[in-house]
Nanobody, 119 residues
């Protein structure tokens, strides 16, 4: 099992910055990839950024160049640095870990942290 706890959300003005954190616990060694997703009111959950073993990253077009995903393996923490925030970035941000072995894969989710960007 992998447990995830997000933090760092809040209210920020357009153009501002926030850094989200996600602390992982449990079967850390089995994590294959981690990512940030978001869900705005009335919309489906969407991918924001992912990072895999070897530190390869992937970003949604809407955040490319503004957001940076990173991780600290020593602290089992995933980060999302968000700069130049826009009102359309307002959403609940969720951390996800994909873990398991070559035989199976399980996705674990955190409970989310709310980011509100005012215009």
């Amino acid at each position: 099992q992998v447990q995830l706890v997000e933090s760092g959300g809040g209210l920020v003005q357009a153009g501002g910055s926030l850094r989200l954190s996600c602390v992982a616990s449990g079967s850390i060694f089995s994590i294959k990839a981690m990512g940030w997703y978001r869900q705005a009111p009335g919309k489906q959950r969407e991918l924001v950024a992912t990072i895999r073993r070897g530190d390869s990253t992937n970003y949604a077009d809407s955040v490319q160049g503004r957001f940076t995903i990173s991780r600290d393996n020593a602290d089992n923490t995933l980060y999302l640095q968000m700069n130049s925030l826009k009102p359309e970035d307002t959403a609940v941000y969720y951390c996800k870990a994909s873990w398991g072995t070559s035989a199976y894969n399980i996705d674990s989710w955190g409970k989310g942290t709310l980011v509100t960007v005012s215009s």
